[in-house]
């Protein structure tokens, strides 16, 4: 059986003992009932992962290294529209497991729900909240970065980094098989969809319209589809390597 995952925000060192945040320690004694001398597997996003052992008092023996790495070799940016609650949870995790890089949320004129500038700190906290406990379960080593723009027109500018950008819409002429770029950024609609001003933001942004097929698609399902596809023909699933992105090939 696999040693439970953590992640921990603070320096790891092969050897040394550290105390491990009253949530982990909590979550590894009280929850999943570790004892003492336990293995578990401690991340603390900066690459690789530490074998270590449950010590006394909360606290964990770091016994080794290892760098595995399991990003994908694409940069998967997903602007989702802001949604219900429950459905962007399950988005947030599912992408994250789905080996998303970036997820960015922002409201749309027909976003069914609206939060104010308290509860969205409170939200943002949330997420972050499924972020972790996704990297922990899917074995990520690394938290894909997640932010909220206050518009959408924020939202789509944030990925102006992309080689290549895409709108998920059901009435567009090119599939999304079209898609092949290390750094690509799909936008999704709220419940009900882009609006036609909003369609004409994205494009001006250079986002293009893809269908990813002959069916319509609900919020919560169009974007997790279109990452499995792209990592199953460009990423994880795909067996070739990607070039350097235009961008990073300028740098070099």
Same mark, same amino acid.
């Given at each position: 059986?696999?040693?439970?995952?953590?992640?921990?925000?603070?320096?790891?060192?092969?050897?040394?003992?550290?105390?491990?945040?009253?949530?982990?320690?909590?979550?590894?004694?009280?929850?999943?009932?570790?004892?003492?001398?336990?293995?578990?597997?401690?991340?603390?996003?900066?690459?690789?992962?530490?074998?270590?052992?449950?010590?006394?008092?909360?606290?964990?023996?770091?016994?080794?290294?290892?760098?595995?790495?399991?990003?994908?070799?694409?940069?998967?940016?997903?602007?989702?529209?802001?949604?219900?609650?429950?459905?962007?949870?399950?988005?947030?995790?599912?992408? #994250? !497991? +789905?080996?998303? *890089?970036?997820?960015?949320?922002?409201?749309?004129? &027909?976003?069914?729900? $609206? @939060?104010? /500038?308290?509860?969205?700190?409170?939200?943002?906290?949330?997420?972050?909240?499924?972020?972790?406990?996704?990297?922990?379960?899917?074995?990520?080593?690394?938290?894909?970065?997640?932010?909220?723009?206050?518009?959408?027109?924020?939202?789509?500018?944030?990925?102006?980094?992309?080689?290549?950008?895409?709108?998920?819409?059901?009435?567009?002429?090119?599939?999304?098989?079209?898609?092949?770029?290390?750094?690509?950024?799909?936008?999704?609609?709220?419940?009900?969809?882009?609006?036609? #001003? !909003? +369609?004409?933001? *994205?494009?001006?942004?250079?986002?293009?319209?893809? &269908?990813?097929?002959? $069916? @319509?698609? /609900?919020?919560?399902?169009?974007?997790?589809?279109?990452?499995?596809?792209?990592?199953?023909?460009?990423?994880?699933?795909?067996?070739?390597?990607?070039?350097?992105?235009?961008?990073?090939?300028?740098?070099?």
């Amino acid at each position: 059986m696999a040693a439970a995952r953590f992640f921990v925000d603070i320096e790891l060192e092969v050897g040394r003992s550290i105390e491990l945040p009253d949530a982990v320690a909590h979550h590894a004694q009280r929850v999943l009932r570790l004892r003492a001398s336990d293995a578990i597997t401690l991340f603390n996003g900066r690459g690789g992962e530490y074998a270590a052992r449950i010590g006394a008092a909360g606290q964990a023996q770091i016994e080794r290294f290892d760098p595995v790495e399991r990003e994908s070799p694409l940069s998967l940016t997903l602007i989702q529209a802001l949604i219900a609650n429950d459905k962007l949870d399950w988005v947030i995790e599912k992408a #994250v !497991e +789905l080996g998303v *890089a970036r997820i960015i949320v922002a409201p749309a004129s &027909r976003s069914v729900i $609206r @939060v104010d /500038r308290e509860r969205i700190e409170r939200r943002c906290a949330h997420w972050r909240e499924i972020v972790v406990a996704a990297c922990c379960q899917c074995g990520r080593n690394r938290l894909p970065l997640l932010q909220f723009e206050s518009t959408l027109g924020g939202a789509l500018a944030s990925s102006d980094d992309a080689d290549q950008r895409y709108l998920l819409a059901p009435d567009a002429t090119i599939g999304l098989a079209s898609a092949a770029a290390a750094q690509t950024a799909i936008a999704v609609g709220p419940e009900g969809g882009f609006t036609d #001003v !909003e +369609l004409k933001l *994205a494009e001006r942004r250079g986002f293009r319209r893809v &269908r990813w097929g002959s $069916r @319509v698609m /609900r919020t919560e399902t169009a974007g997790l589809a279109a990452l499995a596809a792209l990592q199953t023909l460009h990423g994880d699933g795909a067996d070739k390597n990607f070039p350097q992105s235009s961008k990073e090939a300028n740098h070099a």
